[in-house]
């Protein structure tokens, strides 16, 4: 397997980014985005609490389902929507290969 994936962002002005993540550094898509310069806070350092990397899958992509933490924190924001993620709960591993996520607004 390639260490490597490809991850799209889609940012909040409708721009498609395509990125190159590493799978062998336990990284997550909030890390991801940080790396890369896009607009994701993460104040919380990953740990599902403040929920400024909350985005929505746009892909086919199966994922995890969401940890208790993950909903509690969905529970209290806004602009949610049936596929809103948090963006540090999204681990970098082959199975996300191709992902596409868009940023949710402010």
Do not use: W
């Amino acid at each position: 397997m390639e260490p490597v994936i490809s991850v799209t962002i889609i940012d909040r002005e409708g721009k498609p980014h395509a990125l190159v993540a590493p799978t062998d550094m336990n990284l997550n898509i909030m890390e991801i985005c940080k790396i890369y310069e896009l607009p994701v806070e993460g104040t919380c350092g990953g740990m599902a609490l403040c929920a400024s990397c909350q985005c929505y899958l746009e892909s086919d992509t199966i994922l995890p389902e969401r940890s208790e933490a993950e909903l509690a924190m969905l529970d209290e924001v806004f602009y949610v929507k049936d596929n809103s993620r948090l963006g540090c709960q999204i681990r970098i591993t082959n199975e996300i290969d191709g992902i596409v996520l868009r940023l949710a607004p402010k």
